[in-house]
């Protein structure tokens, strides 16, 4: 059972490039999210979805998109990428009647350098 | 999302000291969570807090859900060298999916 799969590890982008980040998960989860990672901020939540073909803005969405158009992929998309999308990514995952009570599970990240 | 303030924001004690951290919320949750990252990895969840006033133990560590559902602690008892790393508190305010998450706690132990 891999979990929560996350592709790839490191990337180096110049500014203006654009991306995939690409999260997989074979737990048959409804829900799927992606959050940003910041040294002295915490977690933030970009994008997240409910189930296939339903997604939604989380808290800081500008400048990413993402699709789901099966329940095992949510692919998080920079079309531009700048130097303030320099963080470490992280996907999670949940049965959609568990999120609220520790249900995640994350993926290991995926560290983004834009220069 | 809900401001969530996770204090203290790091640690460094000595390994068999006793820890503690909290989390406030400037509104009331209906779930708190406590998780921890190691280097180079996802968080993974420690304790899960359903009603107010709940003491939950997981092995070393203890967490509290506050009893006016704005605040919760987590306590680890005789610390040791592999409890280093980044400690969150998240919360659910509402009925929705999404988990707010705290700054984290790091913290350090010496041998």
């Known amino acids: 059972n891999a979990g929560v799969t996350q592709t790839p590890k490191f990337q180096v982008l110049k500014t203006g490039q654009s991306m995939t980040l690409q999260c997989a998960q074979d737990?048959?989860?409804?829900?799927m999210s992606w959050y940003r990672q910041d040294p002295g901020m915490g977690l933030r939540l970009i994008h997240y979805?409910?189930?296939?073909?339903?997604?939604d803005q989380g808290e800081v969405p500008n400048g990413y998109n993402v699709s789901r158009s099966t329940t095992e992929d949510f692919p998080l998309r920079l079309l531009s990428a700048a130097p303030s999308q320099t963080s470490v990514y992280f996907c999670?995952?949940?049965?959609?009647?568990?999120?609220?009570?520790?249900?995640?599970?994350f993926g290991s990240g995926t560290r983004l350098t834009v220069v | 999302g809900q401001q969530l303030n996770q204090s203290p924001q790091s640690m460094f004690i000595q390994e068999g000291e006793d820890v503690s951290m909290n989390c406030t919320s400037s509104?009331?949750?209906?779930?708190w969570l406590w998780y921890k990252q190691d280097p180079g990895e996802g968080p993974v969840l420690l304790i899960a807090?359903?009603?107010?006033?709940e003491l939950t133990s997981n092995g070393r560590l203890t967490a509290q859900f506050g009893i006016t559902r704005k605040d919760s602690f987590l306590n680890i008892s005789a610390s040791i060298p592999s409890d280093v790393g980044i400690y969150f508190c998240?919360?659910?305010?509402?009925?929705?999916?999404?988990?707010?998450f705290g700054k984290g706690t790091s913290l350090l132990v010496t041998p």
């Open positions: 999670a995952s949940s049965r959609a009647g568990t999120v609220v009570i520790g249900g995640y599970t």
């Open positions: 807090l359903y009603k107010a006033g």
């Open positions: 509104s009331i949750f209906n779930t």
């Open positions: 998240a919360g659910n305010s509402n009925s929705g999916y999404a988990l707010n």
């Open positions: 979805s409910v189930g296939a073909g339903i997604t």
């Open positions: 737990m048959n989860h409804e829900y």
